[in-house]
């Protein structure tokens, strides 16, 4: 008698879909940074840029282990595969931004502050809830303070951790994106070895974007979790980058010559990252039928990858 072997089911939304865990370290471009990390003297850039470093190195170790919490009820092997690249890549981006906090801190930036608080299971600062104290006491930001602390939460339900990661991959993937196609975000940077690790870092974000997703949805994570957790995402990751950014920017001296701040502040009305693209983009996750690998990246991740990886020219001066 003949026995037939049921398919496995289909988890993953591109089984074909594969990225390495590259081998890279970025500490001689690290150890050699001077302060000035963004160009034409743009102090909330770089204040911004360090305050993003910052949330890295725990943020990514929250996402790892969203994923893996639920790597036992994976039973596509393509999906297991890309979950443990997507780890692999995790893992190295945390090594790399705890080594640049630190660098930047002795900058005088605010890396090591917003690491800390992450370490200490917390992103919202006692002077920071002082803030929101009194920024939501009236009008349409009176309940932001609520939502905030909400995503603020030391200990999400693990479906609610993972909700939270495929939320914040969307938030990282669509910076990363932008970054790499905009010659504009570019030449903020003001050293081309600090841009090639954004690059590096940007690239992979974009190979792995639908990871967190495809496990979340594979676990049966409804559509209201879903879009709640980008609600509590969007609240927490501007309020938190915001503050940082902007206390630090108010704290350097470097704001008060020439009017670098108030040229920092002109500057921003053209910064890709504020665009109404940008937010567009961002928005497409709240669709119920949105899916991470309907922005394609494709052909931008193997325009960069090769400059990235050692060879060629750098695309943007191509």
Known sequence: MSTTTEPV????????????????SFASVI?????????????????????????????????????RHHRD??????????VNAFIGQEVTHGREHRLLNERLAELGYRSKLVEATLANDAAITPAMRRILKVITRFGPLSDLRDRIEE????????IMALALTAALEHYTATMAETLLREPELQ?????????????????????HKAVAFDVYKAVGGDEEMRRRAMRLAT???????????????????????????VRSVWRLRSNPLLSKEFRTRLADYNRPDFHPLQHDTTELE???????????????AA
């Open 235 to 261: 609240l927490a990751l501007a309020f938190i980058a915001g503050y940082h950014t902007v206390v630090g920017a108010l704290g350097d001296r470097r704001s008060y010559r020439n009017f670098n701040l």
């Open 187 to 207: 030449r903020r940077f003001a050293d081309e070895g600090f841009f090639r690790m954004w690059a590096w870092h940007a690239i992979e974000e974009c190979e």
């Open 9 to 24: 089911p289909r988890q993953t939304s591109d089984p074909d879909r594969t990225f390495p865990v590259r081998r890279i």
């Open 73 to 82: 009820q994976i039973s596509d092997p393509d999906l297991l595969r890309q």
């Open 151 to 158: 995503a603020d939460s030391l200990e999400p339900e693990p």
């Open 302 to 316: 193997d325009t960069w990858r090769g400059w990235i990886e050692g060879d060629g020219v750098r695309p943007s």
């Open 31 to 67: 150890e050699g940074l001077d302060q000035d990390v963004a160009a034409d003297d743009d102090v909330l850039m770089a204040h911004l840029v360090a305050a993003l470093s910052g949330l890295f190195p725990d943020g990514e170790e929250i996402f790892i282990e969203a994923v």
